[in-house]
């Protein structure tokens, strides 16, 4: 279009056409040529700017997806790490289970295990004030007795609860 406009500014200026109408004619094409010109270049302006504000945007995102990254990238370290040690004190309790177990009586053991595997994990409680700490309940007077009656070595078990009972300096008999 530009060609366009210098090719009819030559004919124009090189006095070829001489009608009045045709220069008039060609002068008015020069001049909406120049006008259409002048509307492209603000459209191609415009897609310019909108191009550049694109690719800011698209700046700020690449930058944010980095940045969540790298707290995905911190988050997962933390977590293998974790998970690492988390395994390396399951084995050492692991080993240290299997230490106590090896000096409990194998009856003894099994009813632990059975208990432990009916009360939710806990299969002996500390007998602590009176007191049952597997299901918190005291023990009532005859029980006391009984429990104070009771050799060192007599497996005891709540009445509640059923849980082996360990006594303890402070289990308040
Ligand atoms: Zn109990």
């Not at 259409?36 to 504000?53: A, K, N």
């Amino acid at each position: 279009m530009r060609q366009r406009a210098v090719r009819d500014q030559q004919r124009l200026d090189s006095g070829a056409v001489s009608s009045p109408k045709d220069l008039e004619n060609l002068q008015r094409e020069i001049t909406s040529l120049a006008k259409r010109q002048g509307d492209l270049e603000d459209v191609v302006l415009e897609i310019m700017e909108r191009r550049e504000s694109a690719q800011e945007r698209v700046a700020e995102l690449t930058e944010r997806v980095g940045a969540v990254q790298a707290k995905v990238d911190d988050a997962t370290a933390r977590r293998d790490a974790a998970t690492q040690e988390l395994d390396a004190e399951a084995a050492t309790v692991a080993k240290d289970r299997e230490v106590v177990a090896g000096a409990v009586p194998a009856d003894l053991l099994k009813l632990y295990d059975k208990l432990r595997a009916q009360q939710g994990g806990v299969g002996a409680a500390r007998l602590y004030q009176r007191r049952c700490e597997g299901c918190r309940l005291e023990l009532n007077i005859t029980e006391v007795n009984d429990v104070k009656a009771a050799s060192p070595e007599t497996v005891l078990r709540c009445e509640n609860c059923h849980r082996i009972l360990v006594r303890t300096s402070e289990s308040g008999l």
